[in-house]
């Protein structure tokens, strides 16, 4: 698993409009601030506010705001919001949940997808833990 460059540009971007909360930001001042072109900016923030993690004004003193309480905001919320859920392995997902020993579905037994199961509840569960509130 890696982080996205664009996960890294939303943390930031939330972080942003967690320390201006009550706040509505524009998206070229986000930009500035963080370092991320205005293009990428409004890109990342559609996909919040798809998420429910922020949320837009429009009109003149329109801009970008959080909607989430900042000690309510993981960074797991974050990283499902822009680059869907973390899964270490094609054997672990949800939808998919390929096994090549076991292609009739007995993954259960997979000693591999146990332990990876049990890494990636315990990535997941680390995600869960830290709120956007501890990187202001």
Same mark, same amino acid.
């Given at each position: 698993?890696?982080?996205?460059? +664009? *996960?890294?540009?939303?943390?930031? %971007? =939330?972080?942003?409009?967690?320390?201006? !909360?009550? &706040?509505?930001?524009?998206?070229?001042?986000?930009?500035?601030?963080?370092?991320?072109?205005?293009?990428?900016?409004?890109?990342?923030?559609?996909?919040?506010?798809?998420?429910?993690?922020?949320?837009?004004?429009?009109?003149?003193?329109?801009?970008?705001?959080?909607?989430?309480?900042?000690? +309510? *905001?993981?960074?797991?919320?974050? %990283? =499902?919001?822009?680059?869907?859920?973390? !899964?270490? &392995?094609?054997?672990?997902?949800?939808?998919?949940?390929?096994?090549?020993?076991?292609?009739?579905?007995?993954?259960?037994?997979?000693?591999?997808?146990?332990?990876?199961?049990?890494?990636?509840?315990?990535?997941?569960?680390?995600?869960?833990?830290?709120?956007?509130?501890?990187?202001?």
């Amino acid at each position: 698993m890696r982080i996205t460059q +664009e *996960t890294d540009y939303a943390f930031r %971007i =939330v972080s942003y409009l967690a320390a201006n !909360e009550g &706040n509505v930001v524009g998206a070229p001042q986000i930009a500035e601030s963080e370092g991320v072109t205005k293009r990428f900016t409004l890109r990342i923030l559609r996909k919040l506010n798809l998420a429910g993690i922020t949320d837009a004004k429009r009109g003149s003193k329109g801009g970008y705001f959080l909607k989430k309480p900042k000690e +309510e *905001t993981t960074l797991y919320d974050i %990283i =499902v919001a822009v680059d869907g859920p973390i !899964e270490i &392995n094609r054997c672990l997902q949800e939808e998919d949940s390929f096994c090549s020993k076991h292609p009739d579905g007995y993954k259960r037994i997979c000693k591999f997808h146990r332990v990876l199961a049990g890494m990636q509840s315990n990535i997941i569960n680390m995600f869960k833990s830290q709120t956007i509130d501890n990187f202001i």
